[in-house]
């Protein structure tokens, strides 16, 4: 892949690549500092323009989003978990499929599904009480609980799945994915190495559990039901007024498995960590919830007047995006910031550092839920903070998301104390922004007194 011309470099192939395995984080932060907020990552094979600003973010996924698209990783490596999924298909495929699956979202469903929603997190407070004094890996916790919500959301309360199986099928074939994506040398020699044996096997369990629910539920019919099972298995193509075939209902399914539980468990880790430090804030979002649910059962429509709660996570994920960076490829030419950018060439947005952009964010490594207060956010970018990026290819669960974390969150600290053993715990920039290792907190039943 070639430089465009004048465009300042990152420096040395061999020199970035141990800056970049050193601290990647850090690195992207000193090329921005030390090149502006367009410059070529040289890494080889691999090499990237990266984009750090708002404006520049805006052309790729909005103003000129017809000349990219998604990036390798999404349609060469990721179609082995996700098939024709709409997170990895493109152009007409993808408009079709979104079209299809888009109504899952709307706020007409989400009401449908908050119940099962609010007992599955109730549920796992109630055991999670029983481990109250302890040390637990909240790592773990908040993958478990939104993999459960993602699944009760997906295929109804009467399915019982062995989700922590399905989550080590998943992370294992990701890990293999990223791999292939990332490393030419693994991608030479896994035919020998027996890791695509594993990964094959493991698709083979998740693609069984997946049509044996299908078929189950083809069999038994979907009266009363409200997930998004029911809503693939009734929905036709506008094109041709065909249903989905049960391979693309998998490839759906799979693909919100995949998508709908890590963006929000990993913004639940790393809110603890940060409001360990801020215990002024954590009474704050106690106070609202006393306020405004106490101790009746919440719905949707009060979880959703927790406006405070919902500034709180989205300050942590402006400071830890679990989508920390959004790849594209150029098409056709483009030309970004007066530098010409030639097809073929790969372009990635690093969220993280335009989330930290001094010049569209007062203070920005402080944390300050108030500056998304209804007052101080009309004034921010539209695309300074872009959590579920932006676009027409913006995440579609985005709203599911946010019901799902603001009663995570505003239920827990309504019921328990926490402590967390490291609050500067590491972080690893994957594809997706994720705790290294156990995140080790203490829980333990609230002492305050509510309202």
């Not at 698209?69 to 493109?90: A, D, M, V």
């Not at 993999?147 to 009760?152: D, F, G, K, N, P």
Request: hydrophobic share 35%; proline share 5%.
């Amino acid at each position: 892949m070639k430089k465009p011309n004048g465009m300042p470099s990152s420096g040395h192939s061999l020199k970035t690549i141990r800056q970049l395995s050193k601290d990647t984080l850090g690195a992207f932060g000193q090329y921005q500092e030390e090149h502006g907020d367009l410059y070529w990552l040289n890494v080889g094979s691999m090499s990237s323009v990266v984009v750090a600003n708002p404006n520049l973010a805006k052309t790729i996924l909005q103003t000129e989003q017809r000349k990219f698209h998604k990036g390798e990783i999404y349609h060469k490596f990721l179609p082995l978990l996700t098939g024709n999924g709409i997170i990895s298909s493109e152009e007409a495929e993808w408009k079709r499929n979104r079209k299809v699956v888009q109504p899952a979202f709307h706020k007409t469903y989400l009401d449908n599904i908050f119940t099962s929603i609010f007992t599955e997190i109730e549920q796992h407070f109630d055991q999670l009480e029983r481990h109250s004094g302890e040390w637990v890996d909240w790592n773990k916790e908040m993958m478990n609980l939104t993999l459960s919500v993602v699944a009760q959301s997906i295929m109804g309360v009467e399915v019982k799945l062995d989700l922590n199986q399905m989550y080590h099928a998943m992370e294992r074939v990701l890990h293999h994915i990223i791999l292939q994506w990332r490393n030419p040398f693994y991608r030479m020699s896994q035919g020998v190495s027996g890791a695509k044996k594993r990964v094959l096997k493991d698709i083979q369990f998740m693609d069984q559990m997946v049509y044996d629910i299908i078929r189950q539920r083809k069999a038994t019919g979907n009266e009363g039901k409200h997930d998004l099972l029911a809503m693939l298995l009734e929905s036709t193509y506008e094109d041709n007024g065909e249903k989905l075939e049960e391979s693309q209902v998998r490839d759906e399914t799979i693909t919100v498995f995949l998508a709908g539980h890590e963006t929000s468990a990993n913004a639940m880790v790393w809110a603890l960590t940060i409001l360990e430090e801020h215990p002024e804030v954590v009474e704050k979002i106690r106070y609202e919830y006393d306020l405004m649910i106490g101790s009746s059962q919440p719905t949707m429509e009060k979880i959703m007047r927790l406006r405070y709660t919902r500034q709180v996570i989205d300050e942590c994920m402006r400071l830890k995006p679990s989508l920390w960076s959004i790849g594209r490829n150029a098409k056709e030419p483009v030309n970004l910031g007066g530098y010409d950018i030639a097809p073929g060439t790969d372009v990635s947005i690093d969220i993280y550092h335009i989330h930290r952009h001094p010049q569209f964010w007062e203070n920005p490594e402080r944390f300050d839920p108030d500056r998304f207060s209804p007052e101080r956010s009309k004034d921010l970018h539209r695309h300074a903070f872009l959590p579920f990026g932006a676009g027409p290819r913006m995440c579609i669960g985005n709203h599911f998301a946010y019901v799902e974390m603001i009663a995570i969150l505003g239920m827990f600290l309504s019921r328990f104390d926490f402590q967390v053993e490291n609050p500067n715990h590491p972080a690893e920039p994957s594809v997706t922004l994720r705790p290294v290792g156990e995140v080790r907190v203490k829980v333990g039943l609230r002492k305050g007194e509510a309202i």
